[in-house]
């Protein structure tokens, strides 16, 4: 076996080494990435980066009893190696009565036409143009004084996984990116932001101009910040901000998370948690969708779902552990590296919109904070407790008033997803994704 070999043939010959040395049941993953990266500062190349790698990672049981073990040498010397370490780990590990593959009866036997490799590497050159134009865009802006610097990105990406259930599998996908980050103003009264886009396919992302204008006009905007005072208030979080309250809505229906009884919402099964009419909705097979896949770490096939139908939760995200440990079956939400165990996650998941615009959603709002920019991590996964600083812009009678910074917005998640409104503005972009929200009776902690 060599480095040649293609990731299929790798962890498929792993899994085929492990079970010879002893192990009862074995899985393997294996990537190969190849990247560019080109990072241009101040109308200058600053850094052309391209690479290449492999890596492996080999799961082995004795009985209930698992290791696992990762590499990025695919020589077969190393790989011997590698299997006698994990079986041996494995004989010397704690039982965990969880523990195991995939039934071999709910394995993934179709594939689906996701459309993710577009097997499109572009000349370096090509990648320089962009940094630069979307650098130049962004310094463009009146009001920018400096730049942080602007990067374009491409990576492809082959990943495999076998099983001695039977499973095996793989597919490969691209992705393109191109990002900025500006300031504007000067001295101590200076403010920064960005912009990025992603895409599957390089063809499917904006112009980088248009990223680039998008990142001078947010930092320029925010110059001249305000204090306000404390109280509560409606908030409305922009579709930043709103994608992070997605993120801790999955952290918080995530199968280890309610089986460890460690969740705020891990009695919330069948209850309401958000308003009537909100829908949050997910789909492993969108065509061309950021984290669409095949197939889940454990050879499971995913499907489209409701994770929220009409305010109610209709789900968990398990693996094939957690799964059995609550006396369920598994969903199809493990994700997978090459080291460390399963773990279950959402592919592509997106906020349902509304029918109001973000005018219309602050359009009675008498005092309030349109919140742009979260900072820190102040939120409590078991009483689902909110605590973060943030920076914004203050609303008053209806509208934007003028930026504000230095605030700390607090809640708890359970009033904050029972009280959110989205806007119909959503846009699909990062494989997290929502529109803007409103959440009224939030408190806004300034001076």
Known sequence: MTGAASPLDLAAGLVERAVGAGADAADATAFRDTALAVTWRLGALEELERSESTAMGLRVFVGRRQAAVSTTDPLDGSLAELVERAVAMARTAPE???????????????????DLDADDEPAPGRM????????????????????????ASWRRAVSALAASNGFQGSYAGTSAGVSVSVLAGEGLGMERDGEYR????MADLPPP?????????????????????????????DDRGARGLLGHLAAAISGPAVARGTSF????????????GVAVREDPHRRRGPRSRPFDG???????????????????????????????????HATRGASGQPSPGPANLWLEPGDAS??????????????????????????????????????RNGRIAHPVNEVTVA?????????????????????????????????????
């Open 265 to 276: 919402l891990k009695d919330g099964m069948g209850q309401a948690v958000f308003a009537p």
């Open 358 to 395: 973000p005018e219309a959603l602050m359009a009675d709002i008498a005092e309030g904070f349109y919140c742009t920019d979260l900072i820190g991590f102040g939120v409590n996964g078991v009483t689902g407790d909110y605590s973060r600083g943030a920076s914004g812009f203050r609303i």
């Open 411 to 447: 809640g708890n998640l359970k009033d904050m997803f029972a009280n959110l409104a989205p806007a119909d503005d959503l846009r699909f972009l990062s494989g997290v994704d929502a529109p803007h929200v409103r959440i009224d009776g939030m408190t806004v902690a300034g001076r």
């Open 209 to 237: 101009a248009e990223v680039g204008g998008e990142a001078g006009r947010r930092a320029v905007r925010k110059l001249n910040p305000r204090k306000v005072e404390t109280g509560r208030m409606p908030v409305v979080f």
């Open 198 to 201: 992603t895409a599957r396919h």
């Open 128 to 151: 320089l143009a962009m940094a630069a134009e979307a650098e130049d865009a962004a310094r463009s802006i009146e009001g920018v004084t400096n730049s942080e610097g602007a990067s």
């Open 298 to 332: 454990e050879g499971l096939p995913g499907r489209a779902r409701a994770l929220i139908d009409d305010g109610v939760l209709t789900t968990w995200l398990l693996d094939c552990r957690s799964a059995r440990q609550l006396g369920l079956e598994p969903t199809g």
């Open 96 to 114: 965990d009565e969880f523990a195991g593959l995939a039934d071999g009866a709910l394995l993934a036997t179709e594939t689906p036409e996701l």
